[in-house]
């Protein structure tokens, strides 16, 4: 679960991209079972990491992390949307601008 948080996947996108359903990613995650064989050097590549790696992986190697990972997601969402307010912001800025130049001018043509 880590490795799939800090690239960004969810068990869905994740899933999408291995052509596998998204409950079997939650069932790896959960430990009830594994990848299949022939997905492991896929799943490895899109995680960044080796098939060693995913295979002798603990989830006490990971302690903590999910904490960290889940925090730095927030972060990313808060500035991903405060950038989305400012564009959205400005973009009616603008438009109250041309609105004010209009009325401006209909004014003065009257």
Same mark, same amino acid.
């Given at each position: 679960?880590?490795?799939?948080?800090?690239?960004?996947? @969810?068990?869905?996108? !994740? /899933?999408?991209? =291995? #052509?596998?359903?998204?409950? +079997? &990613?939650?069932?790896?995650?959960?430990?009830?079972?594994?990848?299949?064989?022939? @997905?492991?050097?896929? !799943? /490895?590549?899109? =995680? #960044?990491?080796?098939?060693? +790696? &995913?295979?002798?992986?603990?989830?006490?190697?990971?302690?903590?992390?999910?904490?960290?990972?889940?925090?730095?997601?927030?972060?990313?969402?808060?500035?991903?949307? +405060?950038?989305?307010?400012?564009?959205?912001?400005?973009?009616?800025?603008?438009?109250?601008?041309?609105?004010?130049?209009?009325?401006?001018?209909?004014?003065?043509?009257?």
């Amino acid at each position: 679960m880590i490795l799939r948080k800090t690239k960004g996947f @969810t068990q869905k996108s !994740l /899933a999408e991209k =291995l #052509g596998i359903s998204h409950q +079997a &990613i939650s069932q790896w995650e959960k430990g009830e079972t594994m990848p299949d064989i022939a @997905t492991l050097p896929m !799943l /490895a590549g899109l =995680l #960044g990491t080796t098939v060693d +790696a &995913i295979l002798s992986a603990k989830s006490d190697d990971f302690e903590g992390f999910d904490e960290i990972i889940n925090r730095v997601n927030l972060v990313k969402q808060k500035k991903r949307n +405060a950038a989305k307010d400012k564009a959205v912001s400005e973009f009616l800025n603008d438009v109250l601008e041309k609105v004010n130049e209009m009325i401006a001018d209909y004014d003065t043509d009257n």
